[in-house]
């Protein structure tokens, strides 16, 4: 499969701070990156879909002013959270995908505690 | 609107043995992609299977098979010779053709092998 790095994989912050996590595709060009986010034992909730060079696009829900994604580059894309809360506090998961293909793989994925 | 279903939250089988996950979906189009998604403690999303809707052949890994009936929608995993290493979460994700098209999952069962 596909190899995706996600860093970091671990981050504490304070509250009202902001948070960069990186997201990149190792092996091949991601024209499409998708931001995951996951609560403990329930399924991946999608946060946005972003197309390289292009604004992305939220799903209903999620804040794009708190949420603001970067996909500058066909194997970078980056997520950050700005004056994170508690309430931010979850599990991320970037997965980008190329071209037409269907199958997505994923990053590692980050943790964020905020205090 | 696409939907998953996985009717288990939870299962558990013996080292060796063999065990079956559900999974069903709702679409109205023929063109599509299906996936077994594993998700261990680590949390990192591992590519299980992939079954391309317009083959009916059923897709095998290893260890790993499909059962794929297209008319009653429906998506089984087995697992043969369970092995510890397979406990896990397993997510079915469902996917239509077309390159530009968002995944679904189902809320996932959690597996657990007993030695």
């Known amino acids: 499969g596909a190899v995706v790095s996600q860093h970091p994989s671990w981050v504490i912050c304070k509250s009202g701070t902001s948070v960069k996590i990186e997201c990149r595709s190792l092996?091949?060009?991601?024209?499409?990156m998708f931001w995951y986010r996951q609560f403990p034992k329930q399924s991946l909730m999608l946060m946005a879909t972003s197309n390289e060079g292009s604004k992305a696009t939220y799903e209903q829900g999620v804040e794009k002013d708190k949420f603001l994604i970067n996909h500058a580059s066909l194997t970078l894309s980056t997520l950050t959270v700005t004056s994170a809360h508690p309430e931010d506090s979850s599990f991320y998961i970037c997965?980008?995908?190329?071209?037409?293909?269907?199958?997505?793989?994923f990053g590692p994925g980050t943790r964020l505690l905020v205090l | 609107a696409q939907t998953v279903t996985q009717s288990q939250p939870e299962m558990s089988v013996q080292e060796a043995e063999t065990v079956t996950l559900s999974c069903t979906y709702d679409t109205s189009e023929n063109n599509y992609y299906l996936f077994w998604y594993k998700q261990p403690p680590s949390r990192q999303m591992i590519l299980v299977i992939r079954q391309e809707a317009y083959k009916q052949q059923n897709a095998t890994e290893n260890r790993f098979s499909v059962n794929f009936q297209k008319a009653a929608k429906s998506f089984s995993l087995k697992i043969s010779d369970s092995q510890l290493g397979d406990t896990a979460m397993y997510f079915c994700a469902f996917i239509l053709q077309g390159g530009s098209e968002k995944l679904v999952f189902g809320k996932g069962t959690k597996l657990t092998v007993n030695p």
């Open positions: 997965s980008p995908r190329g071209g037409t293909q269907e199958t997505q793989y």
């Open positions: 092996d091949f060009q991601a024209t499409t």
